[in-house]
């Protein structure tokens, strides 16, 4: 198992910080073969760039995240 980051980790990052996590995670989705996994990956970007305050983007990457759902799925 892998170590979750604390809330207060979270909760203390910084803007910069959180981009740097967006680009991480938008790295590891592109790599990534797995719907699961690409789905999460796009959902942790999602959130990161929310914590950015770049909600355009936010919405983007949830749009890409719903979208790796086969569609028997999604809502």
């Given amino acids: 198992k892998s170590a979750k980051p604390s809330y207060n ?3 203390s990052m910084n803007k910069d910080e ?4 967006a ?3 938008t790295k590891e989705f ?3 073969k797995s719907w ?4 999460k990956w796009a959902s942790n970007t999602a959130l990161s760039y929310e914590y950015t305050d770049d909600i355009d983007t ?4 949830i749009n890409i995240a719903y979208n790796q ?4 799925k999604r809502l």
């Fill in 9 to 11: 980790v979270i909760m």
């Fill in 18 to 21: 959180w981009k740097k996590m």
């Fill in 23 to 25: 680009d991480l995670y």
């Fill in 30 to 32: 592109e790599k990534e």
């Fill in 36 to 39: 699961k996994r690409k789905a």
């Fill in 58 to 61: 936010a919405l983007k990457w």
């Fill in 69 to 72: 759902l086969p569609t028997n």
